[in-house]
């Protein structure tokens, strides 16, 4: 009724203004409502934004694995049965294993991620959650170092166990395919492996937009396996000893 009460009247449309003004009866034919939208980066700005959190991946694990097999070498060649001689326990020893192997991958972390950053436009959106990611994901794989060495007897078997534990959890983590390109059941299969939460946590720092809450997850399962893994390598050197 509306509509042929404004189309039987358009001279009254034209004395309102038309153009969306109110019509005969208050009818509006369109009504257009202006917002400001900010655009939101919710993905990577170049391919070295996924592939670089795989690169220091690859990188913490070699350097975790290497300070593993030294330290299965130092146990059986007696250089931590010497070390105890001083007036020092077997925590402390292990302790100190610990921090140096945590300054490394630190140090591997900060050198790839300034490589990226000068040479390939890597440009994390914070870097606080960056530097966060990387404490986490350092504390991680010293755990991982702590458990391989003390499953380990010789430094062949703790190389090899090492590595046949990682490769499988790099490739459901997303150390080879990036997480977003792999099907849904390997996402899923993949949340076993603390490569995927370290690769997740360093994206999420990265071109992901992570938040401090959406960061909890993944850091809190890189810190949960770090402990433990600490704890069961430590507990495996004390039965020895």
Do not use: D
Request: with cysteine; aromatic share 8%; hydrophobic share 55%.
């Amino acid at each position: 009724g509306e509509l042929r009460t404004f189309l039987a009247e358009p001279s009254g449309a034209a004395a309102t203004g038309g153009g969306g003004a109110a019509g005969p009866g208050g009818w509006k034919p369109v009504v257009i409502e202006k917002r400001s939208l900010s655009a939101e980066r919710r993905s990577p700005a170049n391919a070295f934004e996924v592939t670089f959190p795989q690169g220091m991946l690859w990188g913490v694990i070699g350097c975790a694995l290497g300070f593993a097999v030294s330290l299965v070498s130092e146990r059986t060649r007696g250089t931590l049965m010497r070390l105890q001689t001083a007036p020092v326990s077997r925590t402390h020893v292990l302790a100190g294993k610990a921090v140096a192997c945590l300054a490394a991958i630190a140090a591997v972390l900060g050198l790839l991620m300034g490589m990226g950053w000068a040479f390939f436009g890597v440009r994390p959106t914070s870097w606080g959650l960056l530097l966060a990611a990387a404490a986490w994901l350092a504390v991680c794989f010293v755990g991982i170092m702590m458990a391989v060495s003390g499953l380990g007897k010789t430094e062949q078997s703790a190389g090899g166990l090492g590595w046949a534990l990682m490769m499988p959890l790099t490739l459901l983590g997303g150390g080879m395919v990036p997480l977003f390109a792999m099907p849904r059941w390997m996402q899923a299969a993949g949340s076993v492996s603390p490569v995927k939460w370290g690769v997740l946590a360093l994206e999420g720092a990265l071109w992901r937009g992570f938040g401090p809450a959406e960061m909890l997850v993944p850091c809190a399962v890189l810190v949960a396996v770090g402990v433990a893994g600490f704890l069961l390598g430590a507990r495996l050197f004390g039965a020895e000893g």
